[in-house]
């Protein structure tokens, strides 16, 4: 009877997901603040969720991409999202090489600062078979960042006077989150919102070289290289669609579905965390996703005025 509070509690805020009621970052919130306030009932099952939901997530996702269009709308950014991501990448690698951190929760900070937040840590970790507390931490970290980056964004845009294009660039670049970037650049105008939505588009095309990139640099020896099967059935989906294999009214199921299960799947990643767990792990994982961010920032914006 004791565990009746916690079981309804837990089914209300899975039900809020699977219907839309609560977005991304809440469905976090609400796991970490149901992990500390309840014991998870179902935390063996809840990592096992986790590792599939993150897959049918992602695998769905790509039912909402244009690889033709995408790619076409994206030549204007391509060089600086191709050097940003390779750069980022490279210096998250040291980072969390030099700082003795957990490497595994180093790339995912990494990854999502790198290439789009939420979705690439979604599609990275199940790679690179990194636990709930790194995906917890990761995404965390990160949605932290985008809420930052989503007020103060707008503001040194119009300080530094950057057009409407070069601001819709920046934000594809420097903001991780799709849904942040449209944020931001929404309130900036029309066409910074139209760049920066395609950019961005583009830039979640990496996710795929970089989850193979992942797989190789965290094979253990003698462990054989197998392309993940969702990796694969991810690039089929954006095939599908690209190719209008689908009508819209179903894929665009396909995408909404995903993006709830998505939400589900991250108050389930929220639940399985502790204050324990966040001592042990320390302020590193903090430290690292701000150099990240603030480089990628700079760099971008340098390369964009310049």
């Known amino acids: 009877m004791k565990k009746m509070p916690a079981i309804l509690i837990y089914c209300l805020i899975v039900f809020a997901a699977l219907f839309g009621i609560i977005n991304s970052p809440t ?16 935390k063996l099952y809840s990592h096992k969720a986790i590792n599939y939901l993150l897959k049918v997530s992602v695998i769905g996702l790509g039912f909402g991409m244009f690889i033709k269009e995408t790619l076409e709308t994206g030549k204007a950014g391509f060089s600086l999202t191709f050097f940003s991501i390779i750069l980022t990448i490279s210096l998250g690698l040291l980072l969390s090489k030099t700082m003795k951190m957990d490497l595994k929760l180093g790339h995912l900070i ?38 930052i980056a989503l007020l103060i964004f707008p503001s040194i845009g119009h300080l530094l006077h950057l057009s409407q294009e070069q601001f819709g660039l920046w934000c594809a670049i420097a903001i991780h989150d799709t849904s942040s970037v449209v944020g ?52 089929i989906a954006i095939m599908i669609n690209s190719y209008h294999l689908l009508p819209v009214s179903i894929t665009s199921v396909l995408v909404s579905g995903s993006k709830r299960l998505l939400v589900l799947t991250l108050f389930l990643v929220g639940s399985t965390i502790s204050i324990t767990d966040l001592k042990a792990t320390g302020i ?23």
Do not use: D, Q
Request: charge should be positive; glycine fraction near 6%; charged fraction near 10%.
């Open 110 to 147: 990494t990854s999502g600062t790198s290439i789009c937040g939420g979705s690439a840590i979604a599609a990275i970790s199940p790679v690179i078979k990194a636990n709930g507390k790194s995906i917890s931490i990761a995404l965390g970290i990160v949605f932290l960042l985008n809420s």
């Open 27 to 42: 469905a976090l919130v609400l796991g970490f603040a149901f992990s500390i306030c309840f014991k998870n009932p179902f």
């Open 284 to 306: 590193k994982p903090v430290f690292l996703a701000l150099i990240l961010w603030i480089f990628i920032s700079v760099f971008s914006l340098l390369y964009i005025t310049h």
């Open 184 to 235: 931001a650049a929404m309130g900036y105008g029309e066409e910074a919102l139209k760049i920066a939505t395609t950019v961005k588009l583009s830039r979640t095309l990496w996710i795929i070289p970089v989850s193979l990139f992942s797989m190789f640099l965290f094979k253990t020896k003698g462990e054989k290289i197998k392309i993940p099967y969702f990796i694969l059935l991810f690039i």
